[in-house]
T-cell receptor
Framework: SQQGEEDPQALSIQEGENATMNCSYK?????LQWYRQNSGRGLVHLIL?????REKHSGRLRVTLDTSKKSSSLLITASRAADTASYFC??????????FGEGTQLTVNP | NAGVMQNPRHLVRRRGQEARLRCSPM?????VYWYRQLPEEGLKFMVY????????ESGMPKERFSAEFPKEGPSILRIQQVVRGDSAAYFC????????????FGEGSRLTVL
């Protein structure tokens, strides 16, 4: 397994529903980040949570971090069709660089 | 304030040719990272550079791949004698410091090897 594994691999929901994605990692981290990638585009930073934080909010996004379980979750509330994208978690456990997971493909149906 | 600029966006090469991918970081950023992404997969780290220095190239294949970030001009990822397995999207990201905070990504260069 690789550092930063997202679960599920794919998620399909209806507009207005909440979407929850999970990320697990293996080694100690200073921070964990979530990125979004629209099809054919680059990654866009969503939110960063530090190892001493347990929860963080940004608009419709809510991120939690459990360092004892080495896991994080990203919740998108009241989803919209425009939220359709791939979501990646990234950790800094490798020192000078971020290591990305394989991503969760979210589809929000109108 | 221009973001990270990558070019070309799409590049087609035949086996054995060379591919050169360019990346201009955001203004004021002196740290550049290159990642490779295969279809339906995550990003795999290749190399981390600062101006005129390679800091971490642990993700670079030992042969045919090289990267530079000169004092003046963009960062270049060079792939010599391309093979079909090199077909992928190559992303560049930049940051203002070496601390692993937020990375700013370009739109990527998509290499297709025929």
């Amino acid at each position: 397994s690789q550092q930063g594994e997202e679960d599920p691999q794919a998620l399909s929901i209806q507009e207005g529903e909440n979407a929850t994605m999970n990320c697990s990692y293996k080694t100690s981290i200073n921070n964990l980040q979530w990125y979004r990638q629209n099809s054919g585009r680059g990654l866009v930073h969503l939110i960063l949570i530090r190892s001493n934080e347990r929860e963080k909010h940004s608009g419709r996004l809510r991120v939690t971090l459990d360092t004892s379980k080495k896991s994080s979750s990203l919740l998108i509330t009241a989803s919209r069709a425009a939220d359709t994208a791939s979501y990646f978690c990234a950790t800094d456990a490798s020192g000078s660089r971020l290591t990305f997971g394989e991503g969760t493909q979210l589809t929000v149906n109108p | 304030n221009a973001g990270v600029m990558q070019n070309p966006r799409h590049l087609v090469r035949r086996r054995g040719q060379e591919a050169r991918l360019r990346c201009s970081p955001m203004k004021g950023h002196s740290h550049v990272y290159w990642y490779r992404q295969l279809p339906e997969e995550g990003l795999k780290f290749m190399v981390y550079l600062q101006k005129e220095n390679i800091i971490d190239e642990s993700g670079m294949p030992k042969e045919r791949f090289s990267a530079e970030f000169p004092k003046e001009g963009p960062s270049i990822l060079r792939i010599q004698q391309v093979v079909r397995g090199d077909s992928a999207a190559y992303f560049c990201a930049s940051s203002p410091t070496s601390y692993t905070g937020e990375l700013f990504f370009g739109e990527g260069s998509r290499l297709t090897v025929l």
